[in-house]
Structures are given as C-alpha cells and as structure tokens.
C-alpha cells in the first residue's frame, strides 16, 4: 500500500475559506479515486494561510478491473435512442449489450469494464479535476491566466510512493504550467528557500524546520497556551474566543502570542468600543481583571520569530491601537455634546431603503407599532416605550457609529444614560436589535421587548409589502433573522403577542411557521409534530401554539398516543380512500352521523364516545389544558379497533349505511383534527 502527497502552495489564503477548501479537496480527490476504481483507507486534509495539503494512505499499487453497469433505452426504442446507447457505451452493436426485464419492461444493459493498471498513471487526471472543480467563494484569476484560484498558485507537490507523479496544471492564456514536483517552500521570512520532500511524515518534519506548523488544531493550541500563561503572569484572565482563535489560526504558520497594553487615556471610552476596535478590526484577544471588568492589556499573535523578543512588534500594534482609539475617544466626546432627540432631524437624509423611505420615517413607523405592541406587554410604560422608539436610531447618524457600525444601538444606550434618560429608555435603545442570533440574549425588560418587537416587526411587514421576501439561501435583509428574533422574544417572556394584527399578510405569518419549525428542530421537537399542531390554522398566539406542540410530543410519546395514532390512520385511510373514488364525497360525509343508522353496537360505542370526548376537548381547549385535550383522546383507541373488527364500513347493498358508517369515521378524524392535524404525523 502506498501515500499519495498532495501540496497546493499559493499566495495568502483567506482565513475564512481556509477550513472549508481543505474539506472540499480531501472530498473531490476521494471522490475521484472511487470513481477511478482506486481505494484507500485514510485521507486528511491540512490548511495554513499559504497552503492546502492532502495526505491518502493506503492506497494499491495497481488497480483493479472496474466493472459499471448502464442502462439503455426499452427494447423495441427507436434507432436513434439505440445508437446514441451503443455510443455512450463504446459499444459497436448491441450484440455486445445484456436484455434484462426490470419488472416495467425489457431494457437494454451495457456491462463495461474498465481494465486496471498502474494506480499512478491515473492519478494525474484525478488531481487536475480536483483542483479545476475546487469551489471557492471568491476567486481571482491572476496574470493572463484564465484558471480561477482563490489566489495566484505557486507550484504543487505531488507524490506517490515517494515519486513524483506526471502531471501538470495549466493556469490557461500565456501562462506556463505547473508540473507536479516535490519541492516546496517554508515560511514566508523564517526559512531559508525550497527544499524537496519524500513523503508525508518527511513533508511536515521538513516544514516544522521551516517554521509551518501543518495542523490548524496544533497552531490554536500553540496560540490558546500561550496567551493563557501571558495572561497568567499578568495576572489577569484572557477572554477567549473560538470564532476569533480560528481566524488568527489561518493568518499564521508560525504563531507567537505577545501581550501589550492600552494606553490608560482610552480606559474611559466604553469597553464595547475597545473591544470592537482589538478584536474585530485587529484581531487582537481582550482581557479581563479579577472582577470580570476590561483589563488594560491585549494578546496580539504575531507570525514571525522577533529577535528582540517582541518589543518591536508589540510596541508596533500598540501603536496602530491607539491610533485607532485615538479615533474613537473624540467621537465619544464630540458625540455626547449634542443630544439624541436634536440628531433626529438627520434621520430624514438617511435611506432606509429606496421603497421604504428614509430611516426618519422608518422611525415614525416603529413608535406607531411600539406604542400598541406596549399595550399587550404587561408592565411596559407607554411614555418610556415611545420615548424609547423615537430615539432607537437617533444614533446612526453620531460620530461613533459612523466609525463603528458594529455599535448601533450600543452607542445610544451610553449617550441615553450620559442624558439622564430614564433607564428603561436607554436600555431598550440598546437592546432594540436583539437578539442577533441564537445564542445572543434576549430582551427581558417590558420596554425592551416593545421597541425590539416593533423593530423586528416593521422590518418584516416593510419588506414583504415591496415583494422582498427570502428565496432559497437568498435573504439580504435579513428577514431569517428577524422572524426568529420575534419567536425568541415572544416564546421566552412567555408573551400573550396575538402576531396576526401585526402582520398584515397570511403568508408572513406561515413565514413564522416555518421559521418555527427550524428552531422546534433545534431544540429536539419533531418537525412533523409541530406541522400538525400548525396545519389546524388560525393560530397566532406563539406560546399558545408551542404548548399545543408540547402536549401532543408527549402524547405520543405515550403507549395511548401511539395507539390512538394507528387508530386515526385507519380511519383517515378509508375515508381518503373513498373521497378519491367518489366526486363530492367530501360533502356528503360532513357531520355527525346518523344516529337512526347506526346498527351495530360497535358503531354506537364509537359514536357515544366520540362525543364524550367532543365534550371534554372544547372546554380544555377553551382553558388551554392541552394536556388534557389530549388525554381525553386516550380512550378511543379500543372502540374503534372493536369497529373495524365487527363492522363493514362499505356495504355495497346498503347506501345510506355505508354513507353513514364514512361519517363516523371521518368523525373520527374530525374530533382529533380539532387538536392537530394527525395526518401529518409520521408513523
């Protein structure tokens, strides 16, 4: 068994796309290998910000014979349809082809097999196809090139058994090709220019020398350990972050964490813009003192070895730092001279967007929806509400955030609190564009949940009434993100929001049921059972709903429930079975049945305790006891099993009978479907 060896050396990969490149190539070559008829037994994949690399072990010398099956056209198929076969095949006549019946006819089969040979002599092709195919969701082409890359590619390193393989890859236009090789080159300013590699192990000891740590798991250790003793030693706590580790991860080869400081004159601007300003913009770690407040000290991780220990680095970011900060401090100062209420009036030269005017008279909208959603949030102040919707977006136009867009709504709670606002006022000027995703917090506070509802809220009406509704992955505005906030706000302060006079459109509000649905699914609820508890229609009470979906999950988790379930597929089958053979059953069978018609006692026992439980289900609906709707259900089960066993539904001498004999079972489906719909629940 062999190693193939695979290196795709290139300009700076961006760190975002580094993991996911990798993945796509360890796919697109074992996929490849499987359709050349070559196994393996492991691949793994490797990114560093200058490299892609690929190892698979494990695999033969020399193929073996692949033998693939195609289907031809119907016996009896026109010429052509048998000839364009044979061609697609490499047949010359279909004396060579297989007759088979299939069960819906007689079709022709080619039985093709494909002759091994030397594993290596088809790994070229493989590799070439790989890197033509490799997705990226940016690329460039670079001189006359007409092959696109992420970035302008260098050489390629590709082994087999410790050969070099025949190969190449041509960027296309003037450019020459790039033959496979075996040479590679180390970090960009620590190593000492190419150096050839022999295999996989020789390749990532070789690179260790060069100053390339191979393994994205290994660099995030390196950076995670090190900033941790730096914080230790400063006695001070780092505060980590996975997404940020990750990206730092792919901006090096090399890491080396350093700590500097913050000038103490920045201390006192707030610390969401510090924090903003090092890790968004910088990519730096921040820090925290023993009481969970910012500490004055930042980890930076450098990608390079500095021969004075780091000083001239440090001392190098310190200073881009405070530049930055140095930014930021005079929009904090200048912006607390003017107040939020005289900014409103440079909301009017602000688009919102072009259909939907400016952001002044997006503002006007979201007083009006905030002022009657405050109405049915217990608690909620009407003064502090308005108050607080009329000067939610008064800070887009401050200095601050012009800078710093990531700190809407942020900025205008500090420049609240710098008034003297009311509290509540200011808080929920900070809180209006939560939550964010589903991890960020909610808005608990009455105004909060107002401003943030309205805003929410006018987002999605605005936007579905200009026909700018998702489609497929495409949502540019965010609509995804706005419904779910509304269920997360309504469903966690257990919000009595009726969401239909909000809304203005049926279809926004099977929007929020599918949005429902995703987050239901998150958290372990069966999408089915949340379809059926939808499908009954005409609710718009969040909570209200999720309890039903809650009661009818354990219901049928239950031995009862699942009985009951198998009892109303019965029933439904028929009944469906019938309306599909007979126009305008449907109506015929609406309502209860005849009780004059009844004739058998397993028909009346169905019938008395269908009613029974029609009489329990409506007052437990009416006091939201789904649990107790549900369990009215519980004893249905046996009567209609002793139904079926007794009782002929379609009597073919007997009209009237078999008419009402449909009734009661469509009766049956009827007094479940009260609850949920039961058809849409899987097994």
Known sequence: MA???????????????????????????????????????????????????????????????????????????PDQAVQGFLKGAGLASLDQAEKRDTGKGEFWFAVITKKGGLTADALGSVIDAALKALPWP???????????????LQSIVALFDGTVLKGEVSPGGQMAPIAFGATTRGHRFLSKGAFEVVGFADYAAKLREAHVILDTAERKSIILDGARKLCADAQITLNEDEGLLEEVAGLTEWPVPMLGAIDAQFMDVPPEVLIVSMKVHLRFFTTAKADGTLANRFVVVANNVARDGGKTIVAGNERVLRGRLADAKFFWDQDRKTTLESRLPALKQVVFHAKLGTQAERVERIVALATEIAKLVPGADG?????????????????????????????GRYYALGEKLPASVADAIGDHYTPAGPTDRCPAAPVSIAVALADKLDALTSFWAIGEKPTGSRDPFALRRAALGVIRIVVENNLRLPLK?????????????????????????????????????????????????EALQAFLGTEAGRNLLTAYGRAANIVRAEEKKEKGLAAKIAGAPDAALLEQAEEKTVASA?????????????????????????????????????????????????????????????????????????G
């Open 3 to 77: 190693e193939l060896l695979l290196e795709l050396l290139s300009e700076e990969i961006p760190a975002r796309m580094q993991t996911r490149a990798a993945e796509d190539l360890k796919r697109l070559i074992c996929d490849g290998l499987k359709g050349a008829g070559i196994g393996f037994e492991t691949a793994r994949a490797f990114a560093t910000p200058r490299r892609l690399a690929l190892v698979v072990e494990g695999i033969p010398a020399v193929r073996d014979d692949v033998s693939e099956e195609k289907r031809g056209p119907r016996v009896g198929a």
């Open 501 to 549: 006079p909000f809304l203005k459109a049926d279809d926004l509000l099977a929007f929020f049921a599918d949005r429902l649905k995703v987050q239901m699914r998150e958290k372990g609820v069966r999408h089915d059972v949340v379809d059926a508890v939808v499908s009954v229609g005409g609710e718009d009470d969040l909570v209200r709903l999720l309890a039903r979906v």
């Open 610 to 682: 269908l009613d029974q439980v029609a009489r329990a289900v409506k007052p437990a609906l009416a006091a939201e006891d789904f649990a107790g709707a549900m369990a009215a259900f519980a004893g249905l089960r046996g009567p209609i099993d002793a139904l079926f066993d007794k009782v002929t539904v379609n009597v073919t001498d007997r009209p009237e009978v078999r008419l009402n004999r449909l009734k009661l079972l469509n009766q049956i489906r009827a007094t479940m479907d009260a609850v949920a719909d039961f058809s849409k629940i899987e």
């Open 138 to 152: 940016k690329s460039m082409k670079w001189g006359s090139s007409t092959m696109h890359w992420v970035r302008p």
């Open 383 to 411: 003064a502090a509400v308005e108050q607080a919707a009329r000067l939610c977006k008064a800070d887009l136009v401050t200095g601050m955030v012009g800078e710093f867009p990531e700190l809407q709504g942020v900025m």
